[in-house]
């Protein structure tokens, strides 16, 4: 028999229930963090949030909310372009949100409607999932479990790793599930919280299920 790829209804369930609990703690924990950083947006000129639509499980698209860190209309000449290491579209108090990751903080409400979960592939832009399903046709198969806010891709991998190399990663999650991981990973999400990206290469394949084979044996 093959397993098919993809989370149990059971295991949905409870990680659901699980979801809601972390994101309720957070949304308490971060609600003043919050209003600050509303305020600090606001006097400086134009919206506060920033509203894009993304894709998670089934393809289905929702809008992800996230602290504005781009000057307004960032893309309204450009068209759809992936965010740069260096990018003169970010904001000065830009910045300073994506160093420490606090834009993503709006993403608990996403959490607690159920669009997505705390653990699972980031959730990439229609735009972007139609281009990388044209050159990669495993890359839909990460669409087998709801988005999330971190995963192992996050974790394991650096800023500049590939896309295929993080479908390697979001896939070795999905198939290696399990709530002990999803803990792991997010003790290790807030430990790197406050860490500067890495410049370090990529990994191989084989590299990366050594690394999940690890995780799942800690």
Not at 146 to 166: F, I, P, W
Request: net charge positive.
């Amino acid at each position: 028999d093959i397993r098919e790829l993809g989370l149990s209804p059971s295991s949905e369930t409870i990680k659901r229930i699980i979801d809601i609990i972390i994101s309720g703690i957070a949304f308490i924990i971060f609600f003043v963090p919050v209003m600050l950083i509303y305020l600090i947006l606001k006097i400086g000129g134009g919206s506060a949030f920033y509203v894009q639509e993304r894709v998670t499980r089934d393809n289905k698209i929702f809008k992800i909310y996230k602290f504005r860190t781009m000057v307004e209309n960032a893309e309204a000449i450009s068209g759809p372009v992936l965010a740069q290491d260096v990018d003169k579209r970010i904001t000065k108090i830009g910045r300073i949100l994506r160093a420490t990751r606090l834009d993503e903080i709006p993403q608990i409400y996403n959490i607690l409607i159920g669009d997505m979960s705390v653990v699972g592939p980031r959730p990439e832009r229609p735009f972007f999932v139609q281009q990388f399903c044209e050159e990669i046709p495993e890359y839909n198969l990460r669409h087998r479990v709801k988005a999330g806010l971190t995963g192992l891709a996050q974790v394991q991998g650096k800023y500049n790793t590939s896309v295929r190399d993080k479908l390697k990663y979001e896939l070795l999650y999905i198939n290696g599930y399990s709530f002990a991981l999803d803990f792991k990973l997010i003790m290790q999400t807030l430990n790197i919280l406050l860490r500067a990206s890495s410049t370090e290469g990529v990994k191989s394949v084989t590299e990366l299920e050594q690394e999940i084979e690890d995780l799942t044996r800690r």
